[in-house]
């Protein structure tokens, strides 16, 4: 059983950086797309940015592009999002998420996405 557990959250100014982690642990990451989610207080989860199994393709949400940055490095199970020139209107808590994905890109935000984190807190405030 995959579990994830996301690192990295704290509080930033704005113009600030992060990098969250989610470190993956129960099974190889390598078949798996991942993705990011977000959830503000009051607020519907959203999706950020995922990235396809190998690593080649990504999609970021437009009102992160730009300023987030997906990666992964499938030999320590491990994906990062990079997060630049915070603004306010992204405090949330953020999630990592999985699914089994067999292509070179990454399937929709909106897809199931079956394995979650626990997320981390991100606050951007002066």
């Known amino acids: 059983q995959l579990q994830l557990v996301e690192s990295g959250g704290g509080l930033v100014q704005p113009g600030g950086s992060l990098r969250l982690s989610c470190a993956a642990s129960?099974?190889?990451?390598?078949?798996?797309?991942i993705a990011w989610f977000r959830q503000a207080p009051g607020k519907e989860r959203e999706g950020v940015s995922c990235?396809?199994?190998?690593?080649?393709?990504?999609y970021h949400v437009d009102s992160v592009k730009g300023r987030f940055t997906i990666s992964r490095d499938n030999a320590k199970n491990t994906v990062t999002l990079r997060m630049d020139s915070l603004k306010p209107e992204d405090t949330a808590i953020y999630y990592c998420?999985?699914?089994?994905?067999?292509?070179?890109?990454?399937?929709?935000?909106?897809?199931?996405?079956?394995?979650w984190g626990q997320g981390t807190q991100v606050t951007v405030s002066s």
């Open positions: 998420a999985a699914q089994v994905f067999y292509s070179d890109y990454p399937p929709s935000l909106d897809s199931s996405w079956y394995y």
């Open positions: 990235i396809s199994t190998s690593g080649a393709n990504t």
């Open positions: 129960g099974d190889s990451l390598d078949v798996y797309a």
